[in-house]
């Protein structure tokens, strides 16, 4: 994915408007953003476009509103909020498209910025009507998508834009599609990919994805158990999908015949209850669970044997815990594992790259997010790319 144009194929921007699809469907708490990630994210783009002159129109979503308007849901909730971050005064227009949108450019200044309105709450967006792309596009001069998280869905203001205006990658975009790139589009080898969560049904197209790309795939969290038992190793009484244990195996066939090796733990932290610390706890081989205990980490040997693999590799894709993170002392496999992957890659060895909302906040509990080559904060579209799947609002850039 390299034949997409960045800001830096602008050229005088003075006085045109800018229309930029952002993230700023923020989590909010007592009228206030908890978490303004999304909002410092795009600050960069925007900050760029107003400095060059530009009049900067931001269009968002902000919760579910399904194609009507809720006061609640208006992007004026996080006007304050973005205020703040880009330390900016903010237009908020109350409109996407029409006369009171192009009212509004008229009364905005050169470096201006403005912040329309949910754009969900017309039904046009999500259907992805070309007439309601048209009509927003009515207003602009050029577009910008800055909102990977909402590009694997084909809505108006994310894919239908880049049909009726020259479309560009903002600077967040941009860093998240080198880096993609960089993880499985053009990899050093080889590769090693860290999948983990509860689930395998939830990750299967991933998984069948993967083992055609990487040299090396790690299996953690509930889903390992659903690998062990296709095995044939008893689990207990552990988060497990038996009825996937054929599809288990086919994948792990699919790895053997692509030249892809699937690691699963050896050694195990297995507890009767799931509690902090519980005295149950203990530390055995995957073969000795009994039947009333239940897999909740993985064990020491495992993961410095899966640090030791990450030291042989030049890429690194993570999406996922190795074990019940959330709960001391289950964080222990990943928090390790995290901090070896870090270290290679501080040291130059490794490109690593993570996402999902799980795996950032993994992350972040390992103390270690920054220290990552890249952390998406996407999580479906994080998802969907790990699938192998065309992402429209991606796709439309480079058309």
């Given at each position: 994915?390299?034949?997409f ?34 909002v ?130 903002g ?61 044939g ?13 054929d ?18 733990p ?62 001391v ?25 993570a ?45």
């Open positions: 994915m390299s034949n144009r960045t800001l830096d194929d602008l050229g005088d921007i003075t006085g045109k408007v800018a229309l930029v699809r952002v993230d700023l469907n923020l989590p909010m708490q007592e009228g206030r953003a908890s978490d303004v990630t999304r410092e994210a795009v600050k960069p783009t925007i900050l760029e476009l107003a400095d060059k002159g530009a009049k900067v129109l931001l269009l968002a979503h902000f919760g579910r509103p399904k194609g009507a308007r809720h006061s609640t849901m208006s992007t004026s909730m996080v006007q304050g909020d973005v205020e703040r971050v880009l330390d900016r005064e903010i237009m908020f227009i109350p409109e996407v498209m029409g006369p009171v949108v192009e009212q509004a450019v008229g009364i905005l200044r050169n470096g201006d910025i403005g912040l329309l309105d949910n754009v969900r709450f017309w039904p046009g967006e999500e259907a992805n009507d070309p007439a309601f792309a048209k009509g927003i596009a009515a207003n602009g001069d050029f577009y910008v998508n800055d909102a990977f998280s909402a590009s694997h869905r084909a809505h108006a203001t994310t894919e239908g834009l880049a049909h009726f205006l020259p479309a560009y990658a600077r967040s975009m941009e860093a998240e599609l080198r880096a993609l790139n960089a993880a499985l589009g053009d990899p050093e080898t080889p590769v090693a990919a860290v999948v983990g969560g509860a689930k395998v049904s939830t990750k299967l197209d991933v998984l069948h994805n993967l083992v055609g790309k990487v040299q090396h795939l790690i299996i953690g969290g509930g889903m390992a158990n659903t690998f062990l038992a296709a095995k190793v008893n689990v207990g009484k552990s988060l497990c999908e038996h009825d996937l244990t599809t288990a195996n086919r994948i792990m066939d699919e790895a053997g015949h692509a030249g892809c090796t699937v690691h699963l050896y050694d195990v932290v297995v507890a009767k209850e799931f509690a902090a610390n519980p005295p149950s706890m203990r530390t055995c081989n995957v073969h000795e669970v009994a039947a009333d205990e239940m897999i909740l980490d993985v064990g020491p040997l495992a993961v410095e044997a899966l640090g030791d693999v990450l030291k042989t590799c030049r890429t690194l894709v993570w999406n996922g815990p190795m074990g019940a993170f959330e709960t002392p289950f964080d222990a496999a990943t928090v390790a594992l995290a901090r070896t992957a870090a270290a290679l890659t501080q040291d130059g060895s490794l490109t690593s790259v996402g999902g909302g799980d795996t950032v906040a993994a992350l972040a509990h390992a103390g270690v997010k920054d220290d990552f080559t890249f952390v998406s904060t996407a999580g479906g579209a994080f998802l969907e790319w790990m699938e192998g799947k065309d992402l429209p609002g991606v796709a439309a850039l480079s058309e």
